[in-house]
């Protein structure tokens, strides 16, 4: 199996029991514990070396006693040498027993067998294609939704143009993990594969110019090389249109693998288009990202996302405040909460501190076994879909004190009614690589949801808690609203999904932005309209 994921230190995965069914890539809880999987390859490799160097070692030897027989004992005293019955018998035995040894030795066999063993005792646990393609996809997401200079990415650095021409940093990691040829050719594929040629093309020509930068050696690791990413460069130019630049990289290719039929083919094919159609002399063409259907609001949402939570213009309202906050609950009289109003409409509230280190790291914990693939509601049922990329857990408040104590704190700030049924339990959610969630709203928008299969009504309210902090990445933007609130570790956002007349709030659709670094956790609590009835009762006034 290819190792080229070991310079973004994200593509092995634990051989702990988190998950076989190529999933690895939707949170980094299972990234993080790849680590002790890939420490226990190093462990077997290391240990070939080791065996493998001492039975090098022991030809060396043997090469080096037979050498100087031959350049002193044999070459100077010449035929007297085979008179010696001595010389005569040791000859005899090597040529009969000592040669066949080192020729047949099983200790090769034997020892390349010890470090398959140790690897096979990890494979059930390692990525399966499905990994493969969604972290390939993931990083893809990073250089959309951030606008990312592939250049920089290459090279270990999270870097993006203004419109000025001036390279801006996003995030400068302590120590850069550059990509390879072979690393840059795996994302490339994964996009020709799907067709999608405006990423192919950009990743596949950062392969050809690292597989040229190096010298064309060979690495055993690699699964591609610089023919495969000329091949496919080559045509993914063609299929945007570059048929000039498809011709010169196929010609390219036939220096190397002058025998290649089907590139022959090509290029007898591209030749005949370009006699028929000649390219007119214009400027350099531009790929063009395609556009999309399914997320009219993809616009708004990347500029949301690529401020990271930072929007003067909207933190200028003079209307916007902070404070301490008890709402009137005894039990925050003596501690009362640090209040920051984000937006009005739609209501937004970030509640800071609201829980504690010790805490955070308590639910994770919990969740962490029970994490599986999170899923949105499709129609009357729930299923897996790419615009959410994260793993998902639900903790009931028996699970442990800490979620009891957590509901309690809840019903005291928003003064509802948190208790199972008429609220959702804690979802806790890890996000992958890349993780994020588009735009979406939290209540029901169909009276077919499986939302209301509590039969306690829609969401009146959200509450998400930030159990981690992260580098860079993973704003809570919203959409119609334009803005987006950063993650801040321990704080909680609240907001009302409904208005006082039971329908749904549009300007609450948000999105979880991509991660762009860092390990994101949250906490999701969900409440429902039924067992509100007193605490947030109807308004007079029906269009409220």
Not at 224 to 232: F, I, M, T, V, W
Not at 251 to 256: G, P
Request: aromatic fraction near 10%; hydrophobic fraction near 35%; include cysteine.
């Amino acid at each position: 199996m290819s190792i080229y994921f070991s310079l973004l230190t994200i593509w092995f995965v634990t051989n702990l029991v988190i998950s076989t069914n190529g999933e690895i890539f939707t949170s980094m809880m299972n990234v993080r514990q790849a680590i002790d999987t890939e420490r226990k390859l190093i462990y077997h490799l290391k240990t070939y070396i080791e065996q493998e160097t001492e039975r090098l070692r022991d030809i060396q030897r043997f090469y080096a006693k037979v050498f100087q027989l031959h350049s002193t004992v044999y070459t100077r005293l010449a035929g007297a040498a085979a008179a010696n019955p001595l010389v005569a018998f040791t000859l005899i035995k090597r040529l009969h027993s000592e040669w066949p040894n080192v020729v047949y030795s099983n200790e090769a066999q034997e020892n390349i067998q010890v470090l398959r063993s140790g690897y096979g005792g990890v494979e059930g646990s390692l990525p399966k294609h499905e990994d493969v393609q969604g972290a390939a996809q993931g990083l893809m997401r990073l250089q959309d939704v951030y606008s990312l200079r592939l250049e920089g990415l290459v090279r270990g650095n999270f870097q993006r143009l203004t419109n000025q021409g001036n390279t801006v940093d996003i995030y400068r990691p302590p120590v850069p993990i550059p990509l390879s040829g072979d690393d840059c050719f795996l994302v490339g594929k994964v996009a020709y594969d799907v067709e999608d040629y405006y990423h192919s093309v950009q990743w596949l020509e950062e392969s050809v110019r690292l597989f040229r930068d190096s010298g064309l050696a060979w690495i055993p690791e690699n699964e591609g090389s610089l023919e495969d990413a000329l091949d496919h460069l080559a045509f993914s130019h063609f299929k945007t249109g570059n048929i000039s630049y498809a011709l010169r990289l196929s010609q390219e290719l036939l220096r190397h693998d002058p025998l290649n039929g089907r590139v022959l083919l090509n290029v007898e094919k591209y030749e005949r288009l370009l006699v028929e159609n000649p390219p007119v002399a214009t400027t350099a063409s531009v790929l063009k990202r395609p556009s999309t259907t399914y997320l009219r609001t993809r616009d708004a949402y990347e500029k949301l996302c690529q401020t990271q939570g930072s929007q003067p213009k909207h933190y200028e309202d003079p209307e916007l405040f902070c404070d301490y906050f008890t709402n009137g609950s005894p039990a925050l009289l003596l501690r009362p909460v640090r209040r920051e109003v984000v937006s009005f409409q739609p209501y937004v509230v970030l509640y800071h501190n609201f829980t504690t280190d010790s805490e955070a790291e308590s639910i994770k914990k919990l969740a962490q076994p029970a994490l599986r693939r999170s899923v949105v509601a499709s129609g009357e049922n729930q299923s897996t879909v790419d615009y959410r990329i994260s793993k998902s857990a639900w903790l009931k408040e028996t699970a442990h004190p800490s979620i009891g104590r957590m509901d309690e704190r809840i019903q005291a700030l928003t003064g509802l009614n948190v208790q199972h049924p008429y609220a959702e339990y804690l979802q806790v959610v890890n996000y992958g690589i890349g993780g994020h969630y588009e735009p979406h709203f939290d209540h029901a928008t169909s009276e077919s949801s499986p939302l209301y299969r509590l039969k306690t009504g829609n969401r009146v309210a959200t509450l998400m808690i930030y159990l981690s902090a992260v580098d860079a990445g993973g704003s809570t933007a919203f959409i119609y609203a334009n803005f987006s609130v950063p993650v801040v570790q321990n704080a909680a956002l609240f907001w009302w999904n409904l208005y006082r007349n039971g329908q749904g709030n549009g300007d609450t659709l948000h999105a979880g932005c991509p991660v762009l670094v860092g390990d994101k956790w949250v906490a999701n609590k969900w409440i429902h309209e039924y067992g509100q009835e007193f605490q947030r009762p109807c308004s007079p006034n029906p269009e409220e």
